[in-house]
């Protein structure tokens, strides 16, 4: 295990699979997404399961099948730029599930890890500027870009300043668009303006 790895963003997919499985709250769908895309027949999937959240109507067929297919089903809904980064999976009746999920927030990014019982969890490190490695820890980088911080703060004791990492609003952006099926020279015209938009509705979730 490479405990100092760090992945370059929360944002960023490395095939088209993981872009799928992304935020699937489901842990049996997952695993059914998955076969049918090693299969090549995912085109034969009912869209319903291929949703990050089921309604009401496939959950309950979903747990008719057998409870293990709750698992996950029923997590609380992702907030404004939310992804799960790491999940656990129980071995109960029916394989519930915690989530560890990141968001960005005017601290860069923000960790939250919930289950399906309005558990109530204390992470270690609740925020950092970067994306973390296995140890848990802030590195250099991340490091000096505080130290910036405070300097800042130190010069303009009466301005408020929060640290916020706007790269990760431009990939929550560039993902809406693709999503929303804007054309490639669309999206550079309004990249920077959503960009903004996600920025600004993140600063303000941060706030609640």
């Given amino acids: ?3 100092a790895f760090r992945p370059q963003s929360y944002w960023e997919d490395a095939d088209p699979l993981s872009a799928i ?14 076969d049918y895309w090693n299969a090549g027949r995912l085109e034969e999937l009912d869209s319903a399961l291929l949703r990050d959240e089921p309604d009401d109507e496939s959950r309950m067929r979903l747990g008719r099948i057998h409870p293990s297919f709750m698992g996950g089903e029923y997590l609380p809904h ?3 730029g939310e992804v799960e980064i790491a999940r656990l999976c ?11 999920r990141a968001r960005p927030s005017p601290e860069g990014i923000s ?15 609740t925020t950092s500027l970067l994306p973390l490695t296995l140890t848990g820890a802030r ?32 990939a929550i952006a560039q993902r809406s668009l693709l999503e929303g099926d804007v054309r490639r020279k ?7 303006k959503v960009a903004a938009a996600v920025m600004l509705q993140s600063w303000l979730d941060g706030q609640i």
């Fill in 1 to 3: 295990i490479r405990y």
């Fill in 111 to 125: 960790y939250r890890v919930i289950d399906e019982y309005k558990g109530r969890f204390t992470l270690p490190i």
């Fill in 21 to 34: 499985l992304r935020n699937v709250t489901g842990e049996n769908r997952r695993r059914m997404i998955t």
């Fill in 90 to 100: 129980l071995q109960s009746t029916t394989s519930d599930v915690v989530s560890l």
């Fill in 139 to 170: 590195r250099a980088a991340a490091r000096a870009a505080l130290a910036e911080v405070e300097a800042l703060k130190e010069l303009a004791p009466d301005l408020i300043i929060e640290a916020f990492d706007e790269r990760l609003t431009t």
């Fill in 78 to 80: 992702y907030l404004v």
């Fill in 186 to 192: 669309d999206r550079k015209q309004v990249i920077d």
